[in-house]
């Protein structure tokens, strides 16, 4: 082969163009052809030596640059130069063959033929138009000199790479056509599955041929943030922690919400397979949560439902948890992969590979990445919508297909999952009338922001609503109901530690301390360091805007659920969403603040500063496996720090590992025979160890401990308060074996010390209270710091009326186990008790003591329905008639089914004689509790005031009657 380069040059045929300058074209191959039946005023060859110096003699000219298969159809490879020749050929552009599309009178083979054509490449390259048949694209020589020059590596790509490279560097494209070469009838849908390979080609010469080949330059790396080898590194990154994610799912136990997603999602199938025809997953008596899961999209429950099924078909024994947990691994290992692309996109490589180890070992995000349905595909549709509108805005005018697409499919991810993804749909309108405004000077025309953006929102909203039954039977409201329900989400009533209190509604910075120690401090320290990009930064206005998304979407989520009083808990696992936002602007800075060091040292010293303040996360990542979303920083002192002032094991991922000691060490348990208790659903226990299925096991809620007949227990930290865990109670008298992390208890086997405290319950419950206060006693010697036992002596003592030695058994309770309460709302009964012995001379200091316990005891538990009787009682006894209608109402919201509530508020509206709001409560409350005596005295009493005396003497009667016929 020649190494002398021989060029056709040609003048520009075509419609003249006042933008277009007439430029000449050179056809070089870089690897190897020959192509012997090439005309000879276009042979020009090169080898892959010579391309790079017969490139930089390249004058103003096109490139056209074709692969071998290319020299293989000779013939038409003629016709792709001629028709090169014959476009006006743009500077600063690449042309791309392409494909005319097919008319409305093509037939839908040719149609189809034509959208399959090219469509992976497209997807991958974000290339527009359908280059898949030929390679052969014309490059502008300025621009392509740029980059060989600086990565001499590029000139052994192929040609779709080195276009993908091009673009990547913001030269634009333009397409050529070539309908004439093809038919897309024959060839469309073949090339659509060898788009796969060819995909896969560029993958490769994009983050390995290339990298390798410019060599592990060292100093190059340091200097240079868009070396190549950052290439390399990225596609290790993904691929090895990708792996490695896959294999270590099955290590992750079930959570606390699992099972009913797991029943939801298969009632959702149901209906979606039978088209709508089996409606059992809105039959809400039937199932727990169902009411509530319906207002969730549940795509990712749905689909991890569909493998499921595929995979027994193969393995029938398989595990449905473990299949969904290896899915959920692949969905965290995306939202790790995106975080890293908009990093790269955003400022350089280098700072992608940074985002992708931050996220890796950002413990308290990496561990939700493989048991928590909801928060991380909803996190994975909002990072995709941030990274797509990123791109698309960085293209306009002419945002590719590739961004569009995946734009729309990101869009329809987040509210697949969670109708708070409509918060995406406002993001992509925001910054589209921004991006407008910002070009109003060079046009003023809306027409291409709504050409490109309504598309894309109806798109994505359709994908949303697709397998979501909820929305589909009303796809105009629906979404905006499920929005609501969750913005005043009040189907549970949850306490959980925060700054060593056990509380419901917590203070507005919740969700941003959280962050601040559970992040690594790697990430804490990038953050600030944004400000160098920006400020030290040579950004242009779209720039900026695309910058001031990343920081908008990470911060504003925050600031609204601060602004709305939202309501949070189990950490801010609903919030991590906005965490991978918030490490690409740490990697940015990070990145930044190594470009900025003037010398070699400095920037070494930059790199080694982020190493040394990521050791730690990734050291207690390994160690700590597989429980690393307990982590917590150094700047609360780690786990050790946190325990008893935050939540650790909220989600019931330690008593797999208890169980699984127990199978070991106390097989007996799995015959059944023995009774085993735990805080823990069963499903946590029991999914993941063989045999375990069998026990004999009760779910135990917090304050009853004690009060069930069992040898064996499961406990687990998280419903303790500070005082037991720190206070010497915390692990239980004959703890057998503890789950530690970072060297802290989490979950304890405990083996029963003595049944006496069960007996003092059976005691008490049989009314044999002199038995059950000896019990008690008893139960004290042997455990004295179970709280559980004082209160349980304290009611035996009230009950008999020895109300100073309650009072004392109370306060116990309350020194052992602070926020207690029941020990308030029993204290408080005592109160109430003295004050109101004599009705005709209540004690109303007594009474205000009592009043202030029972305020106490909601304050620790917002739904005690009792302490809102007695604060309604106190109140009508005040003739305070507002507070007293707030405490009743606050009675039926909290507990719907019981009577006392509707009486109570039919109380008031009586003392405000509107007699038939009274007479409507009090029905509600006959229907609850129809043999309550004095509800039909109440009735009796509305309708005297009605002046109704024929009822009034009717219910009075069943007053009596009901009392045992005394009048």
């Not at 319906?294 to 473990?322: C, E, R, T």
Request: proline residues 4%; contains cysteine; positive net charge.
């Amino acid at each position: 082969m020649s190494k002398k380069k021989q060029a056709v040059k040609s003048s520009v045929v075509g419609n003249p163009n006042p933008h277009t300058k007439k430029l000449s074209l050179s056809v070089i191959c870089p690897d190897g052809c020959t192509a012997d039946n090439l005309p000879d005023n276009l042979k020009s060859f090169a080898d892959k030596v010579d391309f790079v110096s017969q490139l930089q003699n390249a004058k103003n000219e096109l490139v056209c640059f074709p692969s071998k298969s290319d020299f293989e159809t000779a013939g038409k490879l003629n016709i792709v130069i001629e028709q090169i020749l014959k476009t006006s050929l743009l500077p600063h552009t690449i042309l791309v063959p392409t494909l005319n599309k097919p008319s409305a009178k093509e037939g839908f083979a040719k149609k189809a033929g034509f959208w399959f054509q090219g469509v992976l490449e497209r997807l991958y390259s974000g290339i527009e138009p359908h280059h898949a048949l030929y390679s052969c694209i014309a490059f502008p020589t300025d621009k392509v000199k740029e980059i060989i020059n600086a990565t001499p590596a590029f000139a052994s790509l192929s040609p779709l790479a080195l276009a993908r490279e091009c673009r990547r560097q913001g030269i634009s494209i333009d397409g050529f056509d070539t309908s004439a070469l093809v038919t897309p009838k024959k060839m469309g849908i073949l090339e659509f599955f060898k788009g796969w390979g060819t995909t896969a080609k560029l993958v490769k010469e994009e983050f390995v041929t290339a990298p390798l080949k410019n060599g592990f330059r060292v100093k190059e790396a340091i200097v240079n943030g868009n070396s190549l080898i950052y290439r390399f590194k990225f596609f290790a990154l993904a691929v090895v922690g990708m792996l490695f994610m896959l294999f270590i799912s099955k290590d992750y136990n079930v959570t606390w919400d699992e099972e009913t997603n797991q029943e939801s999602a298969e009632l959702v199938y149901k209906y979606l397979s039978t088209f709508g025809s089996d409606t059992t997953m809105f039959n809400f008596a039937e199932g727990r949560n169902r009411d509530v899961n319906q207002h969730y999209g549940m795509s990712f429950d749905v689909l991890a439902v569909m493998a499921q099924k595929i995979v027994h078909n193969f393995s029938p024994d398989a595990n449905i948890y473990a299949i969904r947990h290896f899915l959920n691994a692949w969905v965290g290992f995306f939202i790790i992969l995106f975080t890293g692309l908009l990093a790269w996109r955003l400022f350089d490589i280098r700072a992608g590979v940074l985002a992708m180890l931050i996220m890796y070992f950002s413990p308290s995000f990496f561990g939700h990445s493989f048991n928590n349905p909801k928060d991380i595909p909803f996190a994975l549709g909002f990072i995709m919508s941030v990274y797509y509108l990123t791109r698309t805005l960085l293209e306009f005018p002419k945002p590719t297909l590739q961004s569009r697409l995946m734009l729309a499919i990101s869009l329809g991810v987040v509210l697949s999952v969670r109708a708070g993804g409509l918060m995406s749909f406002a993001f992509v309108i925001m910054f589209f009338g921004l991006i407008w405004l910002l070009n109003f000077k060079k046009s003023a025309s809306l027409k291409p922001y709504l050409k490109y953006g309504i598309p894309i929102i109806l798109v994505g909203y359709l994908l949303g609503i697709s397998i979501w039954p909820y929305a589909l039977r009303d796809p105009l409201h629906g979404v905006l109901n499920a929005l609501r329900k969750f913005e005043n989400f009040s189907a549970l009533t949850y306490y959980e530690l925060f700054e060593g209190v056990r509380m419901y509604i917590k203070p507005w910075y919740y969700i941003p301390k959280l962050i601040l120690i559970t992040a690594p401090l790697m990430m804490l320290i990038g953050t600030p360091l944004i400000l160098l990009f920006y400020f030290k930064g040579k950004l242009t206005q779209t720039q900026k805007l695309v910058l001031g998304l990343v920081i908008f979407s990470s911060v504003f989520p925050v600031a609204y659920t601060i602004y709305k009083g939202s309501y949070l808990y189990n950490g801010w696992r609903h919030m991590l969403f906005v965490y991978p936002g918030l490490v690409v602007i740490s990697a940015v800075g990070w990145s930044k603040l190594v470009d900025l060091m003037k010398n070699l040292s400095l920037k070494w010293v930059a790199l080694l500063a982020f190493i040394g303040t990521s050791t730690p996360a990734v050291i207690w990542s390994f160690v700590n496996h597989p429980y690393q979303y307990m982590y917590f920083n150094e700047l609360i002192g780690g786990v050790k720090g946190a325990n008893g002032n935050y939540e650790l094991d909220y989600w019931n991922q330690t008593p797999r590992a208890a169980m699984e000691w127990i199978g070991k060490n106390v097989p007996e348990l799995f015959k059944g025979k023995i009774p085993m208790n735990s805080n823990n659903p069963v499903e946590t226990l029991t999914t993941f160890v063989k045999g375990s299925d069998s026990i004999q096991y009760r779910w135990t809620r917090e304050y009853e401990w004690t009060e069930n007949n069992w040898e064996y227990a499961i406990w687990t930290s998280r419903t303790l308060n500070k005082n037991q865990i720190l206070g010497g109670y915390w692990t239980p008298e004959v703890t057998l074996h503890t789950v530690d992390v970072a060297g802290v208890p989490v979950c304890a086997v405990v083996k029963r010390k003595a049944a006496t405290g069960y007996d003092g319950h059976r005691a008490f419950s049989e009314k044999k209270y002199d038995s059950a206060i000896y019990y008690f006693k008893k139960a004290i010697e042997q455990e004295p710091l179970e709280e559980e036992y004082h209160r349980g002596l304290g009611k035996s003592y009230r009950v008999v009326g020895r109300y100073n030695e309650a009072i004392e058994q109370f306060k116990k309770a309350l020194e052992i186990r602070d926020g207690n309460y029941e020990a308030y709302f029993s204290l408080g009964e005592i109160y109430f008790t003295q004050a109101t012995l004599n009705e005709q001379n209540i004690d109303q200091a007594m009474l205000a003591r009592a009043e202030s316990l029972f305020k106490e005891a909601i304050k620790f538990k917002k739904n005690y329905t009792g302490a809102y009787m007695y604060l309604g009682v106190i109140s009508m006894n005040k003739n305070d008639l507002n507070q007293a209608m707030y405490s009743y109402r606050s009675m039926i919201e909290n507990n719907p089914n019981i009577a006392q509530g509707y009486q109570g508020v039919a109380r008031v509206f009586i003392n405000l004689r509107q007699t038939d709001s009274a007479l409507y409560y009090l029905n509600y409350a006959m229907q609850l509790a129809p043999n309550q005596a004095d509800i039909y005295a109440d009735i009796s009493r509305a309708f005297e005031l009605r002046g109704d005396k024929q009822n009034a003497e009717k219910y009075r009667q069943e007053f009596y009657r009901l009392q045992g016929g005394q009048q």
